[in-house]
């Protein structure tokens, strides 16, 4: 069976490698052009790019997916099967070229969670559960008719990025499972709209923005506890420090934490500290303890060597 695969991110990467250690026939790699990034401006491959690389796979980089050159290449390539992992969305012409389709690997059990950002809205919403999903492409996002599923269990501190590493090895395997399953014909063909009536709401996975990330101390903490850990390490929810001495504000992003439940008087968002190693935040029953912290302008710190440099006594959240 010939393969061609399209991703972008590490994500993408665990999955191709599962696929050449197992002597599956990838003859093309579809992935990201190549861009300049970070403060030099200097050009950075994609993760995929820098794997197929090293595995002297065929590599290819359309600027558009409709571009004929790029679509007659596809058409020379005569793969039998498309595997996608974290890569944009696809035009009927190329999705539906292979005889055996084009699938695709989502982070979540569909039809919960469909989206750009599954793993973190999983945590965020306080799910206890979520998992993988292989399915076939069609013209709607994350609809198309299911192969396999894998659940994955979601621990009280997990974060985004455990959760990812988690998807990402589990998915991997699960990719190989569906491939095979689909050469040797015995694969299931589950229409999503027959497991709808099982969900009485579902939940939606939207890009997330800057904006969106910002912390609402006003919230219950366990609110605030899923959403931090839900943003870390990536994108980061953040907030706004306020240095009463100096009356200087600086964006401030936080990345793991912990719930304390106690009845207390202090106004939200109001940090309260020995300036040695303890540092928790006022919220809705409770506090909000704080392990990892990073201000505007400065290195990513624990607690213990932000509050080396750092009066926290006299900042509080907002």
Known sequence: ??????????????????????NFKVVAVITAPDRPAGRGQKIRYSAIKEYSLTKGLKI???????DENFIAKLKELNADLQVV??????????????????????????????????IN???INGEKQTGVTTFFINEKIDTGNIIEQQKVEITAQETA???????MNTGAKLLQTSIE????????NINQKNLLSAHKILHKAPKIFKDDCKIDWNNDIKIIDCFIRGMSPYPTAWTILHDKKTDKKYKTKLFDSEVIVENHKFDCGTIITDNKKSFKIAAKNGYIKINTIQVQG???LSIKDFLNGFNAKK????
Do not use: C
């Open 181 to 188: 399953s689909i050469k040797n014909n015995n694969y299931k």
């Open 85 to 118: 992992v974290a890569f944009r969305m696809l035009p009927k012409i190329v999705w539906d070229m292979p005889r055996y389709g084009t699938i695709n690997l989502h982070a979540s059990i569909l039809p919960q969670y469909r989206g750009a950002a599954p």
């Open 161 to 167: 990025g455990t959760l990812h590493d988690k998807l």
């Open 1 to 22: 069976m010939k393969i061609i695969f399209m991703g972008t991110p590490e994500f993408a990467v665990v999955s191709l490698a599962h696929l050449i250690k197992n």
């Open 60 to 66: 290819l980089q359309p600027t558009s997916l409709k």
């Open 121 to 123: 809205w999983a945590i």
């Open 315 to 318: 900042i509080f959240f907002k």
């Open 298 to 300: 400065k290195k990513k």
